[in-house]
């Protein structure tokens, strides 16, 4: 795995990009990846005295009063949630299909597509270990420019990008502008297969998964390349080779009314969580399985993390 980007014993993940609301038939959730990052990582890193903080903003209503209040509530600061007076909190619509696997739906022109790289996003840039974005956050072209400030910003530190694909956002310019401002990047079985055929060359989805993942590792210059396979679980290509980790619990116990939304997020916290920490990268994918197999196994993206993955990060 990439090294922290020193020992420091305090180490500090952000979680860039758009806080919103996850909106389903029957129910309005908060989510969006970055705070989902965030909310994960933070109670990951705490008994290690590190923290995890989003960059974001959201409008100046009730559902941003709401983003603020549950990120207090889950003890993540919140100096770095901008509001705005003019637009609305982002909601993207949710439908579920008979396995619980989500497809979406963003509503356009939200708060963060005026997202401003202040001096205090510059600050935050400037010290903190690792750094989580994907595209969506990039569909404004103010939007993009922050990205782009806020990861040059933030050159030394881990800067993990993982695709979160949505048919209506992404070009292939896209996709090779954020790999460029990566280090890392994470990506599920569909989005490697169609990352292979717009940027590699191959035929999508032909190539096995580990041939796909070291050549966008070797073309990108990126120090791993984590691919989520949902019930099989995350595995990585880095210096050493294709690694795997011990798979993810099976969801037998898990809850009626369960969604796999946010898995791959809490699957992010754990692999910059592993990574931060020094872990060996097998150690790391046990990490991010659990958190993945845990989150898929609830309703939400954020649900609050049981005493057994707290004890997986607080043994040595
Ligand atoms: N059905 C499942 N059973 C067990 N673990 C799961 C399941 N679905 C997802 N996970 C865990 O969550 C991670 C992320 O899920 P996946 O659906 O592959 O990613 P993404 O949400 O990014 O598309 C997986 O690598 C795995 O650890
Ligand atoms: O921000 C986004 O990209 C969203 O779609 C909002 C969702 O709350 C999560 O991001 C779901 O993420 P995963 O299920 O882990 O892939």
């Given at each position: 795995m990439p090294a922290a980007k020193d020992s420091r014993s305090?180490?500090?993940?952000?979680?860039?990009?758009?806080?919103?609301?996850?909106?389903?038939?029957?129910?309005?959730?908060?989510?969006?990846?970055?705070?989902?990052?965030?909310i994960h990582a933070d109670a990951l890193l705490r008994p290690h005295g590190g923290s995890a903080v989003t960059a974001t903003r959201v409008g100046s209503d009730p559902l941003g009063d709401e983003v603020v209040r549950t990120l207090q509530q889950r003890k993540v600061a919140t100096d770095w949630v901008q509001r705005d007076a003019n637009s609305p909190t982002g909601r993207v619509q949710v439908t579920l299909d008979e396995q619980g696997v989500a497809s979406y739906v963003f509503e356009k022109n939200s708060a963060w597509d005026a997202i401003e790289f202040t001096p205090a996003f510059d600050e935050l840039a400037g010290r903190c270990d690792a750094v989580a974005f994907g595209t969506l956050c990039q569909r404004s072209e103010t939007s993009r420019q922050t990205i782009q400030k806020f990861l040059a910003a933030a050159s030394g530190a881990v800067r993990l990008f993982d695709v979160n694909l949505r048919q209506d956002y992404y070009s292939t310019d896209l996709l090779r502008d954020s790999l460029r401002l990566a280090?890392?990047?994470k990506v599920n079985e569909e989005e490697l297969a169609i990352l292979d055929e717009r940027l590699l060359g191959g035929a999508g989805g032909e190539r096995p998964m580990p041939g796909v993942a070291a050549d966008l590792r070797e073309k990108f210059a990126l120090e791993w390349v984590a691919v989520?396979?949902?019930?099989?679980?995350?595995?990585?290509?880095?210096?050493?080779?294709?690694?795997?980790?011990e798979q993810p619990a099976a969801l037998e116990e898990a809850d009626a009314n369960r969604d796999t939304v946010g898995a791959g997020d809490a699957c992010c916290a754990g692999l910059l969580t592993g990574t931060l920490l020094g872990w060996p990268a097998a150690r790391t994918l046990s990490l991010a399985n659990a958190m993945g197999s845990?989150?898929?196994?609830?309703?939400?993206?954020?649900?609050?993390?049981?005493q057994r993955i707290i004890d997986i990060v607080q043994a040595v």
């Open positions: 305090a180490p500090l993940i952000v979680g860039l990009g758009e806080a919103l609301f996850d909106c389903f038939e029957d129910k309005q959730v908060l989510g969006g990846a970055p705070l989902n990052v965030a280090n890392a990047a989520t396979r949902g019930p099989q679980g995350a595995a990585l290509m880095n210096a050493d080779g294709w690694i795997e980790g845990f989150v898929a196994s609830r309703s939400g993206a954020t649900p609050e993390l049981p």
